[in-house]
């Protein structure tokens, strides 16, 4: 009697916990039914009888755990199961991919964006340079830099503002250094050109040509100005009572400039050096025009192919310029 009761109640229990399984299986059929629903708005319809149904809802509906094994918890071993990451191998051919495409592309964007970091440099040295001759004009009330205290003094030393050991600069440099925050001049009683010419090094390293040749200076006997933000500039006035440069009265100087000055690189014609002339009222222009450089391909290159194989730099100045303030060599 005893017996027969304990299998009546176990027989019980597991009726219950199966009503209870087969409620939860239930439950969990009719979610994945909505989301199919969702993924599949217009469910093919299928007969039962004489109503109509969804076939999800007519599979729902006969879904016992035994019968569905879509509906279980725990799908049955050796059943491939839905995988929504990357596998490893795809992780690594994409990263590989990305690695190329940066190697092709960063050199190029490295490089274009240190060339307008150059034109902007300088974009700047040259309306600094501008912006002091035009007050020194404006305390001297002309229009003309020759009849200022500057290039008065500079007649009375010599044929020249250069780089000369047997003469005395010391009034001219002061008269600079009220226009322009000036670091240093460069030390004229060292010899050969390595203590004034911009193009040679202390050291007496040369500049290289825009094609990365060695070519040394443009203009010599120089004189080297230093200044506060690391731009060096190399001055050189004309005496017009001693000799017009090339019969030109337009010019009544040269001014050098390298952009980020000698201790930091490439000191290459073209790309951070460049020249211009010095005009009457203050303002620089090419030591070259544009029309020149058609005409001459050595002073920057090809201006119809790129080609820059041959070209020393020296007239690159126009050629930014006019495309632009963009350095597209």
Request: proline share 4%.
């Amino acid at each position: 009697m005893m017996y027969t009761t304990i299998y009546k109640l176990t027989t019980e229990r597991k009726k219950f916990m199966k009503q209870i399984i087969e409620k939860v299986m239930k439950n969990l059929c009719h979610d994945k039914t909505i989301l199919a629903s969702k993924t599949h708005p217009n469910p093919p319809l299928q007969k039962e009888g004489t109503r109509t149904r969804h076939a999800e809802l007519v599979s729902a509906s006969r879904i016992s755990p035994s019968s569905d094994t879509s509906c279980h918890l725990l799908p049955p071993m050796g059943r491939r199961q839905l995988n929504f990451g990357f596998t490893l191998a795809e992780v690594l051919i994409t990263l590989g991919i990305i690695g190329v495409v940066a190697a092709l592309t960063l050199p190029t964007l490295i490089q274009n964006y240190q060339k307008q970091v150059w034109v902007n440099q300088l974009k700047k040295a040259v309306s600094v340079w501008e912006n002091g001759m035009k007050m020194m004009l404006a305390d001297a009330d002309t229009d003309d830099l020759r009849n200022t205290e500057f290039w008065q003094n500079l007649y009375a030393i010599h044929d020249h503002y250069g780089c000369d050991s047997e003469n005395d600069y010391s009034v001219p440099d002061n008269i600079l250094k009220k226009y322009f925050k000036i670091l240093k001049f460069g030390d004229h009683n060292l010899v050969g050109d390595e203590g004034c010419s911009v193009g040679v090094l202390n050291d007496g390293t040369e500049y290289r040509a825009l094609n990365g040749d060695s070519y040394g200076i443009y203009d010599p006997d120089t004189r080297k100005i230093y200044m506060a933000d690391g731009t060096l500039y190399g001055f050189w006035a004309y005496n017009w009572l001693a000799s017009p440069w090339n019969n030109n009265p337009d010019f009544i100087g040269t001014i050098t400039i390298d952009v980020n000055g000698e201790n930091k690189g490439p000191n290459q014609w073209g790309r951070d050096s460049f020249t211009f002339y010095i005009l009457p009222n203050g303002n620089l222009v090419s030591n070259y025009s544009y029309e020149e450089l058609k005409k001459d391909s050595d002073r920057c290159g090809d201006l119809e192919t790129g080609d820059i194989s041959n070209a020393y730099g020296i007239g690159c100045a126009a050629r930014i310029i006019a495309d632009g303030w963009k350095m597209y060599y």
